[in-house]
């Protein structure tokens, strides 16, 4: 077991996959509890930049658990997220929502960053793979790809997955940085959408515990559970009955 700080540039940046095994429950984060409190926390970072740039403030965003597992590509790396899922997927969400915004109002470079953060170069990925760097295969699997996959503007009554939390919160973020960026074109919005593409990329901080294949995923798992969210017998015996794939 090795741990690293990284931010999510450092996380996200080689091409590989992010897999969210089937025994993990599904994406539960909401508004109120989760959503707001986490982008007012990235607003802040990116406002104090704006306005004084010296600092260079960061944000911890908490720990995830990855652990290798055999590549379907040669190309790959893959690894089956532990624990963390609920702030990997939120990261994803909000990264693809601020890429898609920048690309409409014509800050193709920025957007191309982002993009780099959740999706894996074509080149790199195997025909008729999804590129995407996060891939779910509980029943968040193909809310996840639709929202992240459909063309802006998203009219998301019209997705087939409009009822998904997933989905909810993508239209959330999408909502408030809309929001804070304010009127494309203008010097505002260029200096807004500059810091905030660079808070997403470097300007976060999680602990990233990586193991490797041939160690006890789940006694950590349980160790980490035992003093945050509690998990429901359910999601115990699931994670019992279903261990990690060791490839």
Request: aromatic letters at 8%; proline letters at 6%; glycine letters at 4%.
């Given at each position: 077991?090795?741990?690293?700080?990284?931010?999510p540039?450092?996380?996200?940046?080689?091409?590989?996959?992010?897999?969210?095994?089937?025994?993990?429950?599904?994406?539960?984060?909401?508004e109120a509890?989760?959503?707001?409190?986490m982008?007012?926390?990235?607003?802040?970072?990116?406002?104090?930049?704006?306005?004084?740039?010296h600092?260079?403030?960061?944000?911890?965003?908490?720990?995830?658990?990855?652990?290798?597992?055999?590549?379907?590509?040669k190309?790959?790396?893959?690894?089956?997220?532990i624990?963390?899922?609920?702030?990997?997927t939120?990261?994803?969400?909000l990264?693809?929502?601020?890429g898609?915004?920048?690309?409409?109002?014509?800050?193709?470079?920025?957007?191309?960053q982002?993009?780099?953060?959740?999706?894996?170069?074509?080149?790199?990925?195997?025909?008729?793979?999804?590129?995407?760097?996060?891939?779910?295969?509980?029943?968040?699997?193909?809310a996840?790809?639709?929202?992240l996959?459909?063309?802006?503007?998203?009219?998301?009554?019209?997705?087939?997955h409009?009822?998904?939390?997933?989905?909810?919160?993508?239209?959330?973020?999408?909502?408030v940085?809309?929001?804070?960026l304010?009127?494309?074109?203008?010097?505002?919005?260029?200096?807004?959408?500059?810091?905030?593409?660079?808070?997403?990329?470097d300007?976060?901080?999680?602990?990233?515990?990586?193991?490797?294949?041939?160690?006890?995923?789940?006694?950590?798992?349980?160790?980490?559970?035992?003093?945050g969210?509690?998990l429901?017998?359910?999601?115990?015996?699931?994670?019992?009955?279903?261990?990690?794939?060791?490839?």
């Amino acid at each position: 077991m090795e741990t690293f700080k990284r931010t999510p540039l450092q996380l996200f940046n080689l091409p590989q996959y992010f897999v969210i095994p089937l025994f993990q429950r599904p994406y539960v984060w909401k508004e109120a509890e989760q959503w707001e409190p986490m982008w007012k926390d990235i607003r802040r970072i990116a406002e104090i930049r704006i306005a004084e740039p010296h600092l260079n403030p960061t944000h911890f965003l908490g720990a995830v658990v990855i652990q290798s597992h055999e590549a379907q590509s040669k190309r790959l790396m893959t690894w089956n997220v532990i624990d963390g899922q609920q702030r990997l997927t939120t990261l994803q969400v909000l990264a693809a929502v601020t890429g898609s915004l920048l690309s409409q109002a014509d800050h193709p470079k920025l957007a191309s960053q982002l993009e780099d953060l959740t999706h894996n170069s074509e080149k790199y990925v195997i025909d008729g793979a999804s590129p995407l760097k996060l891939r779910h295969l509980n029943k968040d699997k193909e809310a996840f790809v639709e929202v992240l996959t459909a063309k802006p503007p998203i009219y998301y009554e019209e997705l087939a997955h409009e009822d998904s939390q997933i989905v909810a919160a993508h239209r959330y973020f999408s909502t408030v940085v809309e929001r804070w960026l304010g009127a494309p074109g203008t010097a505002e919005y260029t200096t807004k959408a500059n810091e905030l593409t660079n808070v997403l990329l470097d300007g976060l901080q999680l602990v990233s515990i990586e193991l490797d294949a041939a160690e006890n995923s789940q006694e950590i798992f349980e160790t980490l559970n035992a003093r945050g969210t509690p998990l429901t017998a359910a999601d115990l015996v699931r994670n019992l009955v279903f261990p990690t794939p060791r490839g």
